[in-house]
């Protein structure tokens, strides 16, 4: 746990206080919405920290399927009711909007709340949103004592799309070229990794931008349970290459029949459980993280299927980052 001095987060839309199934007082009990802390006021310590961003701006100008700003109450939502293995404290610090069409200077009052969270040595979770959220997670993650003293970042994208599109304006299709550019404007290059990529779902000109950039990444057709040794050893060298993680969730990365709620549900997708391997490993990494969860659309959503699985990520990430750092 991380035990410091109050921090003033400033957010657009203030927490609301999370609801589920109570069965009862005692640990044995617990349940998420038992752990949450709305008082971004108090010092804690916290063991997770939750910011919402509510936006559909990237994804309407990437033309796709709109209603992903409301994704981050229906996380929310899913995740209040499920069990917790042991005792956690987690904070949700509210949720920035994007409602006026002013995506850049959204993903800067998102970062300007990222940065200080990461700061405080806790796991970050931040619930979108198109994926245009990846960007401002970003700039949050850029601002950090660590990354700031030099620590080196990495960003592991589980995705059917490089989103690395050469756009006029930013999107839900180009946060990873943004971050890119940013990169070398601070004088580095982007180590940037995607998992679960779709060839139908990416022109050869997309393909092209990553052989650029040195983009690492693994073919959905190459992430099944009979590829795991392969998908481990992808991913163990992500973290061992890395100070600090940043991992980036497009939900469409799952098989459109787990995750029927995004803008472009996925033909073939990486299995749900190859998916959640790579995330607890991820988290059982030992190292700074922060995770956004991108592109769930509730109205899409047949029987809250997607939420429910972002929601079933989220908690494996956070209890597995939660039992390593307490035997430690």
Known sequence: ????????????????????????????????HHAISTDTGAPGPWDAAFVGFRSDEGVRRNKG????????RELRAALAPMALPAPL??????????TDGELE???????????????????????????????????GLVS????????????????AHFDLRDDVRASSG?????????????????????????????????????????????PDTECGVLNLPAVDAFTDEFIDSHDVLHLSIDLDVLPAAVAPGVSAPAAHGVQMEIVE??????????KPLVVDVAELNPDL????????????????????????????
């Open 1 to 32: 746990m991380s035990a410091v001095a109050a921090i003033e987060l400033t957010v657009d839309a203030a927490p609301e206080r999370w609801h589920g199934r109570d069965d009862g007082p005692g640990t044995e009990h617990l349940r998420w």
């Open 65 to 72: 399927r709109q209603g992903a700003a409301n994704g981050p």
């Open 89 to 98: 404290t987690a904070l949700d610090a509210g949720d920035i909007e994007v």
């Open 105 to 139: 200077s959204g993903h800067h009052r998102l970062g300007r709340v990222v940065g200080p969270l990461v700061d405080r040595g806790v796991p970050v979770v931040v619930l979108g949103g198109g994926h245009e959220v990846a960007y401002g997670t970003y700039l």
């Open 144 to 159: 950090t004592r660590v990354v700031q003293a030099g620590g080196r970042l990495g960003v592991l994208n589980l995705d």
């Open 174 to 218: 180009t946060p990873f070229l943004q971050m890119a550019r940013s990169e070398e404007r601070r004088g580095h290059r982007l180590d940037y990794r995607v998992l679960g990529v779709s060839q139908p779902s990416n022109t050869a000109h997309l393909f092209r931008t990553a052989d650029r950039l040195g983009v690492r990444y693994l």
């Open 277 to 286: 391997h790579v995330c607890a490993r991820v988290a059982a990494g030992g």
């Open 301 to 328: 959503d047949t029987d809250h299927r997607t939420a429910r699985a972002g929601a079933r990520l989220i908690h494996r990430i956070l209890t597995t980052h939660h039992a390593r750092t307490t035997k430690v």
